[in-house]
């Protein structure tokens, strides 16, 4: 049928708050008490409207939660946060094709039809308002003239704050309310995934190491459970202090990583730096490769070179020039052997001992000796 015109009176009408807190569109007092009466908010209003219900079945309100009663059975319980507030369950954006959209002109006009058109404009006005037959229409300015918008979630830009209410008395008919994990429970996620990235990140070597990214992979499947779980359960899981705090755990345990590895780097110098090149060094470090107690059993090449007659020589050198020479044989002698990869072991008297293929075990020792030899 074509809506009564005016809608509204002296006597007859609901009222109902549309207020919230501090422009937040997710919090959305429930009721006001005054000296006179408890008014109730527009959707709660709008959801007694919706069960055939008096404003007196939504008398039990509590520290928790607002009952609504038929009678003896419950029709639906809205849980309270601060003894007064509701959070809105956001469906959809305010542009989808869920919300239909009706501009108040075109409402106008298939009344007008409904009155004075033709049969066939008649027809289809009639089909027109059987759309929105038990339905809930909430009416509510576009113009952001009225000062009446506001920013959304799931919407771009500002949408008509009456969405508000819509959302909400949608949260009450359907039940589902967002739901968040108790305090303990937040707490042991925060320590857990920060824990689990640390040890992760420690585990193996490298830059990219397996314990990196499975770090890297645990972190992505707790935010993509996060959402999975909000959107087909409505559970809120926190995600900035857990995933911070992976973030730092990580950041610490790859800098006490990267310490350690200095330190073992360090190490392995003090113990090689004299008797292998630098890029033995590296890869030793790189290889995680040390000293064994007891030795191992492995094919070498031996090294060994001295100077022919130097017994002569050296009884024709005066000391400083013998030393002279020798420093200059030796330090050319050791730079042949590690350019060459071989292992400095020793001098003894005027003879350069060396070995190939410790530590690092190579295939062509005995060819990377003939090498150092003929340098």
């Known amino acids: 049928d074509r809506p009564d015109f005016p809608v509204v009176g002296p006597s007859w009408g609901i009222i109902g708050l549309i207020d919230v807190v501090n422009d937040d569109v997710r919090n959305v007092p429930m009721f006001a008490p005054t000296r006179l009466q408890t008014y109730l908010a527009m959707s709660l209003q709008l959801a007694l409207l919706h069960y055939g219900l008096p404003s007196s079945a939504a008398a039990e309100i509590g ?13 639906a319980r809205i849980p309270l946060w601060l003894g007064q507030m509701a959070e809105p369950n956001w469906f959809s954006p305010w542009l989808c094709a869920q919300n239909p959209r009706i501009s108040i002109a075109t409402v106008l006009q298939c009344a007008r039809a409904m009155a004075e058109g033709t049969p066939e404009e008649k027809r289809d006005a009639s089909a027109f ?28 830009g500002v949408v008509p704050r009456v969405s ?27 320590f857990g995934l920060g824990l689990g990235v640390a040890g992760l990140s420690m585990w193996g070597s490298g830059r990219l190491s397996g314990g990196l990214l499975a770090a890297v992979s645990l972190v992505v499947a707790y935010v993509a459970s996060a959402f999975a779980l909000f959107t087909r359960f409505d559970l809120v899981l926190p995600l900035v202090a857990p995933v911070g705090a992976a973030v730092c755990c990580a ?3 790859i800098a006490a990583r990267l310490s350690a590895e ?5 190490r392995i110098k003090g113990l090689f730096g004299s ?7 590296d890869e030793i470090v790189e290889k995680d490769i040390l000293p064994q107690t007891g030795g191992a059993e492995v094919e070498v090449t031996a090294f060994f070179s001295d100077i022919a007659s130097f017994s002569s020589i050296s009884d024709r050198l005066s000391p400083t020039v013998l030393v ?10 050791t730079k042949a052997v590690t350019e060459a990869g071989g292992t400095l072991d020793k001098y003894v008297g005027d003879a350069i001992i060396a070995m190939f293929g410790v530590p690092l075990q190579r295939a062509d020792h005995a060819a990377a000796a003939c090498r ?3 340098a």
């Open 129 to 156: 308002f059987s759309e929105f037959k038990g339905s809930i229409v909430l009416v509510g300015p576009t113009d952001p003239l009225f000062k009446d918008m506001t920013a959304a979630p799931l919407s771009e």
């Open 164 to 190: 508000v209410h819509g959302n909400l008395l949608k949260t009450i008919v359907s039940g589902r309310y967002m739901r968040y994990l108790p305090r303990w429970a937040v707490v042991l996620v925060i």
């Open 275 to 281: 008797y292998v090149s630098s890029a033995v060094v």
């Open 372 to 374: 150092a030899a003929l």
């Open 251 to 253: 950041l610490a345990s």
């Open 262 to 266: 200095e330190e073992k780097r360090q």
């Open 63 to 75: 520290p928790d939660s607002i009952v609504l009663r038929r009678g003896d059975t419950e029709a």
């Open 324 to 333: 002279e020479v020798m420093c200059e044989y030796f330090a050319e002698g």
